[in-house]
């Protein structure tokens, strides 16, 4: 069973992993994201009930999470910090629970089942959601836990301009988003020089939007 926390909603789903696709219906909660920690616990607990069977959990989250342990959270309670994030919930949901960052999982994925399939040397995943999420791969191998999405460019950080959140709280127009978009790529290709960057989140579902006014020197 995956479960991706979001900044805005929980999303659960039984995933065949031999495909990669989901294999139940999706099922979904707000993200109590500034709540108490037991919150956002009880929200996963009300996704998870949705699913019959008692299957072990892949908690994708949105904070550096090692060793089970959320480390970080930029866009949570900050109560979040330091917390058994994996032990916590296992114990709330009743089964097995592993635990990493949100990108990372969607890295690994892309990876395995999608964009990155197959590409050798340097791939950079961003999530552009309610932060922006980052995954690196070496040869297929995962830097774990970089936080870009915090890179300072010119002064800002990368997520306060090219979020999908930023988006819509500064009423951006696609145009004035995908110039901020630009300014992040180009500052993280200046810096990684990837082989490939691979856009990912809810607003990459309206490509036609934005992709034509994307430049970049990696292939996107
Ligand atoms: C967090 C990351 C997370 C990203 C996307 C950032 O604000 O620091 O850990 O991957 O948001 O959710």
């Known amino acids: 069973m995956g479960i991706d926390v979001g900044g805005s909603s929980i999303k659960c789903a039984l995933v065949d992993l031999d495909t990669g696709a989901f294999a139940s219906e999706r099922f979904s909660t707000p993200t109590p994201a500034q709540g108490p920690t037991d919150a956002l616990l009880n ?17 994708a989250f949105p904070s550096v999470v090692r060793n089970g342990c959320a480390l970080t959270a930029a866009n949570l309670n900050k109560a979040w910090i330091g917390k058994p994030l994996a032990a916590m919930a296992g ?24 964009a990155a399939r197959g590409v050798a040397g340097t791939v950079l995943l961003l999530t552009l959601g309610t932060g922006i999420g980052t995954a690196l791969f070496v040869d297929g191998r995962l830097v774990p836990n970089t936080e870009f ?10 997520e306060l301009r090219a979020s999908g959140r930023a988006k819509v709280e500064q009423n951006l127009s696609w145009d004035a988003w995908a110039e901020q978009l630009n300014r992040v790529l180009e500052e993280m290709h200046a810096l990684l020089w990837p082989d490939l960057i691979v856009l990912c989140g809810g607003i990459t579902e309206e490509p036609e939007k934005f992709m034509s006014k994307l430049h970049c020197e990696a292939p996107l």
Do not use: K, M
């Open 149 to 158: 999405g915090h890179l300072q460019v010119a002064g800002r950080e990368a």
């Open 43 to 59: 929200a996963l607990n009300t996704v998870v009930s949705n699913v019959p069977g008692d299957y072990a959990v892949g908690l």
């Open 91 to 114: 114990e709330r949901l009743h089964r097995p629970v592993i635990a990493i960052n949100d990108a990372d999982a969607a890295g690994l994925a892309e990876l395995r089942d999608g």
